[in-house]
């Protein structure tokens, strides 16, 4: 069993030794951001896909951290059908990083996009749909992951599945969903206590 890396200041969990899911860099104290982006890349990331819409850090990776591959790859978190493309994209951006790449996949709060981006990032490494949830959970307890139906719908038309194995994989999933319930309004609360 591999001991993964912890992030004291930065606002990441890792998932597995190549995928971490999070949220971003403090835009309210400059001192915790320095910590936090300095963190990041003494964890080992070498990749990132920041997939907020409403901000970007590209110009601080490019000027700071130019061994770090970055995507801004943003979308809206208002809980909408997010397009299949967009998964694409994404995942095969991470994927032509390498086997050896390890990447962090944020968006504000890590409680949303991030979370249901690194959830397609499992499945597409061939996770089961249900395993990756949870891992992702266990790691990252304040991750909802609400965009994780769209994401296994993705994957499913990616790989060809059968009719029967998209439904009862569905139906996995919300039953997971339904009965791992988290309060998102208390999460939202507590990421802001702390900060982020």
């Known amino acids: 069993m591999h001991t993964l890396p912890a992030a004291e200041f930065a606002n990441l969990h890792f998932v597995t030794p190549t995928l971490a899911v ?18 990041i ?16 850090d590209a110009e601080a990776f490019v000027l700071s951290a130019p061994h770090i591959g970055y995507l801004h790859h943003g979308m809206d978190d208002a809980g909408q059908a997010v397009p299949l493309e967009w998964f694409e994209r994404a995942v095969g951006w991470i994927e032509s990083a ?3 790449a390890v990447v962090l996949t ?3 709060m890590g409680i949303n996009r991030g979370p249901s981006l690194g959830f397609a990032v499992l499945l597409a490494q061939g996770w089961d749909p249900v395993e990756a949830i949870t891992a992702i959970r266990t790691a990252r307890p304040c991750a909802n992951v609400w965009y994780a139906a769209d994401a296994l ?3 499913q038309q990616r790989t060809g599945l059968d009719l029967a194995t998209c439904v009862e994989q569905h139906a996995t ?24």
């Open 98 to 100: 390498g086997p050896d």
């Open 41 to 56: 890349c003494a964890l080992g990331i070498t990749h990132i896909v920041d997939v907020r819409l409403e901000w970007n």
């Open 153 to 155: 719908t993705w994957h």
């Open 22 to 39: 999070g949220g971003d860099i403090s835009a309210h104290d400059d001192e915790l951001a320095v910590m936090q982006f300095t963190e």
């Open 173 to 196: 999933l919300a039953s997971w969903r339904e009965a791992n319930l988290l309060d998102v309004v208390r999460v939202i609360r507590e990421q802001r206590d702390r900060g982020f």
């Open 106 to 108: 944020h968006c504000h």
